[in-house]
């Protein structure tokens, strides 16, 4: 059996305020990625919600990061949340994304579809949706209304082989912890999280059958800590 992998570390890469804290004091923004790619192993950009980036960043993006460094990317709010996955207004938008990003060749990770609150559960909207993605999408749903969370959604994101987004927030019940895919995406997106508390989430994701388990801590300058030490757990 392979061995599962823990693929961990946060929102973003880019904030002043882990100056001091993950990043020296004086670090320019430029050297950043290079800095924060050398300790992690994988990004989430949440910035493509609001702007693809051009080639050419994900360009420089690809030639600043090792080998085997993975950017996860959200997917733009005009298919999650203008579109709202309506496969007939979504389908230029997802060749567009799908085209941008193969500038990253392999070190594109999953790519994260979340869903506005107000949007309830529309399984032929869903399903239509799915087909438009292509045969390598990677594609990880975070759905934000419980109406989602059925069996017949998951049946659904098993047959394309699309992942359900696990997401902890202080605003919600325990997530579900449903494997609709061979790989896993998680949100961890609470303020604090202590070493018990990651120690246990690292054995939840061990009871899985997920080859390898994405994980993303929000934005806080202990986001990259508790993405080491999850990490820490997980191979211990």
């Not at 996860?72 to 996955?85: E, F, G, W």
């Not at 085209?99 to 609150?117: D, I, N, S």
């Not at 659904?156 to 919600?172: Q, V, W, Y």
Request: glycine share 2%.
């Amino acid at each position: 059996m392979t061995a599962q992998r823990i693929i961990a570390g946060a929102s973003g890469y880019s904030f002043k305020e882990w100056k001091g804290t993950f990043y020296p004091e004086k670090m320019k923004p430029e050297e950043m990625l290079a800095w924060y790619s050398a300790r992690l192993p994988t990004v989430e950009i949440n910035n493509t919600f609001y702007q693809m980036p051009k080639a050419a960043v994900l360009e420089n993006w690809t030639k600043t990061t090792p080998e085997n460094f993975k950017f996860a990317v959200k997917a733009p709010r005009r298919i999650t949340h203008m579109s709202r996955l309506k496969a007939d207004t979504a389908a230029d938008s997802v060749n567009f994304l799908y085209t941008t990003l193969a500038t990253l060749e392999a070190k594109r990770g999953p790519v994260l579809f979340q869903l506005p609150p107000f949007l309830k559960k529309d399984l032929p909207r869903l399903s239509e949706f799915l087909a438009l993605l292509p045969d390598d999408h990677g594609a990880a749903f975070e759905f934000r209304n419980d109406s989602w969370f059925d069996d017949d959604v998951y049946d659904a994101l098993k047959a394309a082989g699309a992942s359900l987004c696990l997401s902890e927030r202080e605003d919600n019940a325990p997530p579900p912890l449903v494997e609709t895919a061979s790989w896993g995406y998680v949100r961890l997106r609470l303020e604090t999280y202590s070493d018990a508390d990651l120690q246990q989430w690292a054995a939840r994701l061990a009871a899985t059958a997920w080859r390898d388990v994405y994980v993303y801590f929000m934005h806080e300058p202990t986001a990259p800590a508790y993405a080491q030490t999850l990490m820490q757990f997980s191979s211990s």
